[in-house]
């Protein structure tokens, strides 16, 4: 998510005032989130024009890792071609199975 920010050249305070949240909440999702709910994802996403799984790709982590995308990754990539309902759909069973795991 930074480097999608940093590229647009816009700070934290600036990307926070455009999604509608703070800019403690952009530091948190850009450093240690681990488990944003799927809606902010979409929103961050949708945001910066991008996929969801483009918005997690980290290039860096793909190339040092070589063979096939990971099950997660394979889901993500089907998911984002899922019409923009069926995605809400589905984010909130995950987000049901998740809260249930926790």
């Not at 860096?60 to 809400?88: M, N, Y």
Request: glycine share 4%.
């Amino acid at each position: 998510m930074a480097a999608f920010r940093v590229a647009r050249g816009l700070s934290q305070r600036e990307l926070g005032a455009k999604l509608s949240m703070s800019r403690d909440r952009v530091v948190y999702y850009e450093r240690s989130a681990r488990n944003p709910s799927m809606e902010v994802v979409q929103q961050i996403a949708e945001f910066f024009g991008v996929s969801v799984s483009e918005l997690f790709n980290d290039p860096v982590k793909t190339r040092s890792k070589p063979g096939p995308a990971s099950q997660f990754s394979q889901i993500a990539e089907r998911l984002d071609r899922l019409p923009r309902a069926k995605q809400r759909v589905v984010a909130e069973m995950l987000e049901g199975f998740l809260k249930q795991a926790s």
